[in-house]
């Protein structure tokens, strides 16, 4: 196939690869070449080497490619188009407002939320909603039910239930329009509300949300993917109200009705049957700890939903809804195996070159966090300082959102001191000079100091969420927890300027919440927090703690005679 010429060729080979689906080795072949082609046509975009059309009345018709793009399975050359549409778009904004329609920004918030991008989704969304408000289109409710979906999948469960609530408030004299978006907000009302607990809530909702799928299946049928992903919903929140053989039986007539109408590998049965499989572990009382043959048939063909969302173009890997099919199948798992019979799983090492891949994967697990973030680290100085542009933006984001913040780091005036680097021609670190040393070190000056000043800071504003704790022992390594994953990055070296501030020089791994390596680091977490220190009670102890460090440093004088230290042989600490 040649070179795709403009947007408009790219779009109609596209439509005719999404349409016909060809399994002959010819047909194969000719599928491979189309997808080539239509990534190709991307690259050259960004690179320039392709006209961008820049026509306002152009821009839904670069929307519709990316929707093609994903529906393909091609998730990166989508990325890649709605990246450059929306820079495009910012720079075409420079001295006036030229896309005043907020659908073409909904639509891609929409788009942006579909790739998992959810923190520039609800950006491009609160644009739609100030366009919405200033040219007063019809708009509005979507874009509402929109800010609630990626509110409750940022975990801003309020944020979320305020939305949903506007959007239906804009539609209460309007009970048959906009069907599509009554069903987008009672859902999400339908989620908060089984999250909640609140049983009285649960039946509103319910209720609610059951009038919203009749009115939709009425209007659209009942084998719409739209339509089976909501009676999906409903049915298990039906049985979650009352777990009757009957409403389980209802939810697997629809997984079945999901696989004839919708195929196997469609977005919409896999969850279907992830549903399903999570409803029998909860009846067979899997969440009460019950290992038995249903909980663990449950989890299999969990895993099965799971493993095909991973597979699936409509999902993949690295989709949300992915990750919380795996998220919930850990828990599952940790929910029937004792600490002892987890296996020792990783599910991920990065190494050094994967430095990018790494830090993305850590903003990924702390903007999905709801509960609480656990921290071991050196110093900290990445989740603390706002100039190491890594993790303090998701940090203060969660704090915001209720998520509690707990972190452990090493104490200054520690052995490590010992390996403290000075001036080739200065008097190397004793019992004497040891504090002065620690004290005008960049260590202690550009990263401690400052990090205590940030963690002041942020206990002002949110002082029953975050709280500090200094341990006089050495830290092994940086250990990030949440409540689903875990990442472990181990220390080569005992020079404190080398554990901070830079990439990762050895290598991390990530563990989900059903491997053994997370139950020994949450375990080894609680230890070194009750072992160590306070802000508030380490600097009551300062003294005491530099005196300990001089002793240690005194009982070091013997070692620091040797004449392979004093010749060079090894590094002088």
């Not at 509960?371 to 998701?394: D, M, N, P, Q, V």
């Not at 990263?447 to 704790?469: A, G, H, N």
């Not at 002793?551 to 600490?573: D, F, I, N, Q, Y």
């Given at each position: 196939?040649?070179?795709?010429?403009?947007?408009?060729?790219?779009?109609?080979?596209?439509?005719?690869?999404?349409?016909?689906?060809?399994?002959?080795?010819?047909?194969?072949?000719?599928?491979?070449?189309?997808?080539?082609?239509?990534?190709?046509?991307?690259?050259?975009?960004?690179?320039?080497?392709?006209?961008?059309?820049?026509?306002?009345?152009?821009?839904?018709?670069?929307?519709?490619?990316?929707?093609?793009?994903?529906?393909?399975?091609?998730?990166?050359?989508?990325?890649?188009?709605?990246?450059?549409?929306?820079?495009?778009?910012?720079?075409?904004?420079?001295?006036?407002?030229?896309?005043?329609?907020?659908?073409?920004?909904?639509?891609?918030?929409?788009?942006?939320?579909?790739?998992?991008?959810?923190?520039?989704?609800?950006?491009?969304?609160?644009?739609?909603?100030?366009?919405?408000?200033?040219?007063?289109t019809y708009e509005v409710p979507a874009i509402l039910a929109n800010l609630s979906v990626v509110s409750l999948q940022l975990g801003d469960p309020d944020a979320a239930g305020i939305w949903a609530d506007k959007a239906l408030d804009s539609l209460k004299y309007e009970q048959d329009k906009d069907l599509e978006t009554r069903l987008t907000a009672d859902r999400v009302r339908l989620d908060l509300a089984r999250a909640s607990g609140d049983e009285q809530d649960l039946r509103s909702a319910l209720e609610s949300f059951d009038q919203s799928v009749a009115r939709y299946?009425?209007?659209?049928?009942?084998?719409?993917?739209?339509?089976?992903?909501?009676?999906?919903?409903?049915?298990?929140?039906?049985?979650?109200?009352?777990?009757?053989?009957?409403?389980?039986?209802?939810?697997?007539?629809?997984?079945?009705?999901?696989?004839?109408?919708?195929?196997?590998?469609?977005?919409?049965?896999?969850?279907?049957?992830?549903?399903?499989?999570?409803?029998?572990?909860?009846?067979?009382?899997?969440?009460?700890?019950?290992?038995?043959?249903?909980?663990?048939?449950?989890?299999?063909?969990?895993?099965?939903?799971?493993?095909?969302?991973?597979?699936?173009?409509?999902?993949?890997?690295?989709?949300?809804?992915?990750?919380?099919?795996?998220?919930?199948?850990?828990?599952?798992?940790?929910?029937?195996?004792?600490?002892?019979?987890?296996?020792?799983?990783?599910?991920?090492?990065?190494?050094?070159?994967?430095?990018?891949?790494?830090?993305?994967?850590?903003?990924?697990?702390?903007?999905?966090?709801?509960?609480?973030?656990?921290?071991?680290?050196?110093?900290?100085?990445?989740?603390?300082?706002?100039?190491?542009?890594?993790?303090?933006?998701?940090?203060?984001?969660?704090?915001?959102?209720?998520?509690?913040?707990?972190?452990?780091?090493?104490?200054?005036?520690?052995?490590?001191?010992?390996?403290?680097?000075?001036?080739?021609?200065?008097?190397?670190?004793?019992?004497?000079?040891?504090?002065?040393?620690?004290?005008?070190?960049?260590?202690?000056?550009?990263?401690?100091?400052?990090?205590?000043?940030?963690?002041?800071?942020?206990?002002?504003?949110?002082?029953?969420?975050?709280?500090?704790?200094?341990t006089s022992m050495d830290v092994s390594g940086s250990t990030l927890l949440t409540s689903n994953v875990g990442f472990f990055e181990p220390y080569i070296t005992s020079n404190p300027q080398r554990r901070t501030r830079r990439g990762m020089s050895v290598f991390e791994v990530a563990f989900r919440k059903d491997s053994r390596y997370y139950a020994d680091s949450l375990e080894e977490f609680r230890a070194q927090w009750e072992l160590s220190s306070t802000w508030a009670e380490f600097e009551n102890s300062q003294e005491q703690h530099k005196a300990a460090l001089r002793?240690?440093?005194?009982?070091?004088?013997?070692?620091?005679?040797?004449?392979?230290?004093?010749?060079?042989?090894?590094?002088?600490?």
């Open positions: 196939m040649n070179d795709i010429s403009d947007l408009d060729a790219a779009i109609a080979v596209a439509e005719e690869k999404a349409e016909h689906d060809d399994d002959s080795a010819e047909g194969q072949a000719i599928a491979r070449e189309s997808e080539a082609a239509l990534i190709g046509y991307v690259d050259r975009l960004r690179s320039g080497q392709a006209l961008w059309e820049d026509e306002p009345e152009r821009i839904p018709r670069y929307a519709r490619l990316v929707e093609l793009l994903l529906a393909l399975g091609l998730d990166k050359a989508a990325a890649d188009l709605t990246d450059t549409t929306l820079r495009a778009m910012r720079l075409s904004e420079i001295d006036q407002v030229v896309y005043r329609e907020p659908e073409l920004w909904n639509r891609l918030g929409s788009l942006l939320a579909e790739q998992g991008d959810l923190v520039r989704a609800m950006a491009v969304l609160d644009c739609a909603l100030t366009r919405a408000h200033e040219y007063e299946v009425e209007s659209e049928g009942g084998d719409h993917a739209r339509a089976i992903g909501a009676r999906v919903a409903l049915a298990a929140a039906r049985h979650e109200a009352d777990p009757s053989l009957e409403n389980l039986a209802r939810l697997e007539l629809l997984y079945v009705t999901a696989q004839v109408t919708l195929g196997l590998e469609h977005r919409e049965t896999i969850i279907a049957q992830a549903t399903l499989a999570a409803t029998e572990f909860a009846a067979a009382g899997g969440w009460d700890g019950q290992a038995n043959e249903r909980t663990e048939a449950a989890v299999q063909a969990f895993l099965t939903a799971a493993t095909r969302a991973v597979a699936s173009p409509h999902l993949g890997q690295e989709h949300p809804q992915t990750h919380i099919l795996q998220d919930e199948l850990a828990d599952m798992r940790a929910a029937i195996t004792p600490d002892d019979k987890l296996p020792y799983h990783i599910q991920k090492v990065y190494k050094p070159h994967q430095n990018t891949e790494r830090n993305d994967a850590k903003r990924r697990a702390l903007e999905e966090e709801t509960g609480i973030i656990r921290l071991i680290a050196h110093a900290g100085a990445s989740y603390f300082l706002k100039e190491t542009r890594l993790f303090y933006g998701r940090v203060k984001d969660a704090l915001e959102r209720g998520v509690r913040f707990h972190v452990v780091i090493s104490s200054p005036w520690n052995s490590l001191a010992a390996f403290m680097p000075h001036d080739a021609g200065a008097e190397p670190g004793n019992y004497q000079n040891i504090v002065e040393l620690v004290e005008s070190s960049p260590s202690y000056n550009n990263t401690f100091l400052p990090v205590i000043e940030s963690y002041k800071l942020l206990k002002s504003i949110y002082p029953d969420l975050i709280e500090l704790r200094i002793s240690e440093m005194g009982a070091l004088a013997s070692v620091r005679m040797r004449a392979s230290v004093r010749r060079g042989e090894v590094p002088r600490p």
